[in-house]
C-alpha cells in the first residue's frame, strides 16, 4: 500500500513555494524519502519547521537522529542542499562512503543537481545515517 505524504507546513511551503520548478521537484523528491525514511526506521514522528529559514526535520521526541535540512539557495541555482549539524562527522562519513554521488559543501552539508535523478540509494544511507545518528552513538 502506498502512503500518502504528510502536508507540508504552512511555514516550509511558504518557503518552498519561491524556489525554482526543477529545485522544488527535487525537494519533494528529498522530502518524501525523508519521511519515508523515519518511518521505515522508527525513529518517532519526524517535526519539520524552519531552521535557520530552511526546511528542517528533527526527531525530536525520541532525540533518535540529528536536524537534517534541505534547502535550495541561489548561490547555488541548479542544486539542492542536504545540511547536517557541523558538528557531527557526518558529512566527512558521507564523503568517503559516496564520494561519487553527491557534491559536498565544507563539513556542512551535500548537493543533488536539480536536474538529474537522485542518487537514491546514497540519499537513503544519507538520511538513515542523519535520522539515527544519536541512536547509533549511543549503541556504539
Not at 500518502?4 to 525554482?20: C, G, L, N, Q, R
Not at 518524501?32 to 525513529?43: K, P
Not at 557531527?88 to 558521507?94: A, G, P
Amino acid at each position: 500500500m502506498v502512503q500518502k505524504t504528510p502536508e507540508m507546513s504552512s511555514a516550509v511551503k511558504e518557503v518552498t513555494d519561491v524556489y525554482p520548478e526543477q529545485a522544488r521537484l527535487q525537494f519533494m523528491k528529498i522530502r518524501r524519502l525523508v519521511l519515508e525514511s523515519a518511518d521505515n526506521l522508527q525513529v518517532g514522528p519526524l517535526q519539520e519547521e524552519l531552521r535557520w529559514g530552511e526546511p528542517a526535520y528533527l526527531t525530536t521526541e525520541t532525540k533518535a537522529g540529528t536536524t537534517l535540512r534541505i534547502a535550495w539557495k541561489p548561490k547555488n541555482p541548479d542544486r539542492v542542499g542536504i545540511y547536517v549539524n557541523c558538528q557531527t562527522s557526518l558529512v566527512e562519513e558521507f564523503r568517503q562512503q559516496y564520494h561519487d554521488s553527491f557534491y559536498f559543501e565544507g563539513n556542512r552539508g551535500l548537493l543533488v543537481d536539480c536536474n538529474k535523478a537522485l542518487p537514491e540509494e546514497a540519499l537513503g544511507g544519507v538520511i538513515a545515517a542523519t535520522l539515527t545518528y544519536h541512536r547509533r552513538k549511543k549503541s556504539a
